[in-house]
Nanobody, 121 residues
Framework: QVQLVESGGGLVQAGGSLRLSCAAS????????MGWYRQASGKQRELVAA???????NYADSVKGRFTISRDNAKNTVYLQMNSLKPEDTAVYYC???????????????WGQGTQVTVSS
């Protein structure tokens, strides 16, 4: 199996910063894209940012210029640096990766357990 463990969530005032980390472990052969999604109370889960194995990135319009996604391929870890946080960024943030497991010939999506980010006004 593939496990994703997130860390770095918490409570911060508007305008502040947080850095989320997500480490993938298990029987991993390779990881394709990694990303962060979020789900606010009463809303659907949405993509925040994603990054390919080659480093190409994609951001939701609402976070462009404020959030930065990066990854350390050697550590199978993805990061999300969140600056200039706003109350509307409050949500549970989920890590996602598309990975190929050892001895399997196809990729699957895996999810972390989620970490709460709360931005107070």
């Amino acid at each position: 199996q593939v496990q994703l463990v997130e860390s770095g969530g918490g409570l911060v005032q508007a305008g502040g910063s947080l850095r989320l980390s997500c480490a993938a472990s298990g029987s991993i052969f390779s990881i394709n894209h990694m990303g962060w999604y979020r789900q606010a109370s009463g809303k659907q889960r949405e993509l925040v940012a994603a990054i390919t194995s080659g480093g190409s990135t994609n951001y939701a319009d609402s976070v462009k210029g404020r959030f930065t996604i990066s990854r350390d391929n050697a550590k199978n870890t993805v990061y999300l640096q969140m600056n200039s946080l706003k109350p509307e960024d409050t949500a549970v943030y989920y890590c996602n990766c598309n990975a190929v497991r050892i001895n399997l010939g196809y990729a699957s999506n895996y999810w972390g357990q989620g970490t709460q980010v709360t931005v107070s006004s």
